[in-house]
């Protein structure tokens, strides 16, 4: 039994898959297809983009990070205070 399907057709149900769970896919494979010939200070300008974002978003979502981001008192330092 020849089971061959169309390439547009499998293309077509992956992209409606993708869409459907919500996943970034195409998003991040445009943003990869954007970024993969940018110079050393382009890709460190990306890092830098994002992990503001990152930051900004873990600020907004993180109880944790809104109250300053104190160490728990569980958690000694790793050298004696001067």
Do not use: D
């Not at 890709?43 to 728990?72: D, F, K, V, W």
């Amino acid at each position: 039994m020849n089971m061959n399907v169309p390439a547009w057709f499998s293309r077509s149900i992956y992209r409606a898959q993708e869409a459907a769970m919500h996943r970034p896919t195409f998003a991040m494979l445009a943003e990869l297809e954007r970024t993969q010939w940018l110079s050393r200070e382009g890709i460190e300008a990306c890092q830098t983009q994002r992990l503001n974002y990152e930051l900004a978003s873990a600020l907004a979502h993180s109880p944790g990070m809104q109250q300053g981001c104190s160490r728990p008192a569980w958690l000694k330092p790793s050298r004696p205070a001067r």
